[in-house]
């Protein structure tokens, strides 16, 4: 069986164990299936009866996007581990995006071949929610040093085929040199099909840039010049890149900067227009008429500031937006303020419990205003208030069940930092 590319695949990550520790395994499996909504390959559940082992494990760990390796004494000694590992190896080496999660469920020595590899800790067996936060920050490949609520960010339009990306790679690491945050679709989203989506990804960008391929006989990416047409529409600043035997609309071929990647080697005229042009977008970029982050509205008492200090950095994380509260505003009318957040938000998620009558008026305002709105409550099912009977509420019934739930609903909103992958 050829592996798909990894963001093609069904699992986002096997898990790897031994079965003496079923147990705590089980809770790391339950959390990240059915609270987070991540699908794991997991043997007590796709691994019929009847199977041979050396078989199907091979083939089950390149339907996975990463490996979690539960690390305890025996699973250490079993020799699982490490051949497990080794095949995880084999698909980092050739996927980059392939990522390897050891999980160490008892205070063992990690074995040598991880002595490089950061860990996380688990050594109660409890799945805290700082663990469980742990674990999704190793699923998603973030840089924490890219502030999303202070950077400029442009849309990048490019391809990622292997054999056509050079160009493309080298004009993203000289925007990133330029101090831009470069921001695309993920991968593994609905696209076009999804009508206004990628519409609305570049309307809350200050600007676009489109790296055309050379296709053969003048062809390019339909898709591309289409995301061109977008930002033209919407006014953003734009920059044009296109390899010399691109066949383009005059309008279009008309801004485009023609380079190839042999090109940028040098620093010759080619390079200097480039660089001029990037110079050009960074001055023209203006802040986006409609900037995308997320409110989350939600009880912020002193007992909840740990517990909403890592909701809020999971939903940056995932989303590659920020994460805004009403605990955030300090100054002007607050009340005035914290509508007029509500009101241009991409997102609200508002924990509903019936003791912060806030977090209620909150929500009925973005219901109110036609933003998207999911809703969060504490405890066991029960009916909601009366003006959100017609709204799916999600219950919990702990603040790492909560950190899962939270996961799901963001996943579907979020999108792409190009570069972490750059750095990478």
């Known amino acids: 069986m ?10 986002h990550a096997f898990l790897s164990h031994a079965h003496v520790d079923k147990g705590v395994v089980d809770r790391i499996d339950c959390w990240l299936n059915e609270s987070a909504g991540i699908p794991v390959w997991y043997d007590a559940r796709n691994l019929a009866g009847s199977a041979l082992i050396g078989t199907k494990l091979p ?3 390149i339907q996975c996007r990463a490996m979690i390796l539960a ?9 699982w581990v490490e051949e497990e590992y080794n095949a995880a190896i084999g698909q980092r ?10 999980i160490r469920l008892e205070n063992c020595p990690a074995p040598y071949f991880l002595t490089t590899t950061k860990w996380i800790d688990m050594l109660d067996g409890n799945l805290a929610i700082g663990v469980a936060d742990e674990i999704l920050a190793s699923l998603y490949n973030v840089d924490t040093s890219l502030d999303a609520s202070h950077s400029r960010d442009v849309y990048v339009s490019r391809t990622w085929h292997e054999n056509e990306s050079r160009l493309a790679d080298q004009v993203c690491r000289m925007l990133v040199e330029s101090g831009l945050r470069l921001i695309g679709d993920s991968k593994d989203q609905a696209g076009f099909e999804e009508g206004h989506r990628v519409s609305s990804i570049i309307a809350s960008c200050g600007g676009c840039v489109a790296i055309l391929p050379d296709r053969g006989q003048g ?12 930002a033209r529409d919407q006014g953003l600043p734009l920059l044009v890149v296109a390899e010399p035997g691109v066949e383009l609309p005059p309008d279009i071929a008309s801004l485009a900067i023609r380079i190839t990647a042999e090109d940028l080697q040098q620093t010759g005229s080619h390079h200097a227009a480039l660089r001029n042009g990037i110079e050009t977008l960074a001055e023209e970029w203006a802040s986006p008429a409609e900037p995308h982050y997320i409110f989350f509205a939600a009880n912020f008492d002193g007992e909840f500031k740990e517990r909403n200090r890592f909701l809020r950095q999971a939903i940056a994380r995932i ?6 509260m009403g605990d955030d505003i300090r100054q002007g009318q607050i009340q005035q303020v914290i509508t007029g957040l509500l009101r241009r938000a991409l997102v609200v998620i508002a924990d509903i419990n019936e003791e912060n009558i806030n977090t209620c008026i909150e929500a009925g305002v973005a219901l109110g205003a036609g933003r998207r709105l999911h809703l969060i409550a504490a405890g066991p099912r029960r009916r909601p ?12 019934a702990n603040e790492t069940e909560l950190l899962g739930t939270v996961h799901r609903i963001a996943c579907i909103y979020r999108r792409r930092v190009l570069n972490c992958e750059l750095r990478s």
Not at 93 to 102: G, K, L, V
Not at 219 to 230: G, N, P, Q, R, V
Not at 319 to 324: F, I, S
Not at 385 to 396: C, E, G, I, L, T
Request: glycine residues 2%.
């Open 319 to 324: 989303t590659a937006m920020p994460c805004v």
């Open 219 to 230: 062809a390019t990416s339909k898709y591309m010049l289409k995301e061109i047409a977008i």
């Open 2 to 11: 050829d592996p798909l590319p990894v963001h093609k695949r069904k699992f």
């Open 385 to 396: 208030p009366f003006m959100f009977r017609d709204q799916q509420v999600w219950h919990y």
């Open 93 to 102: 080496t050739q996927f980059r995006e392939y990522r390897i999660i050891p």
């Open 59 to 61: 083939e089950a760990i």
């Open 71 to 79: 690390l305890s004494k025996a699973s250490i000694d079993s020799g």
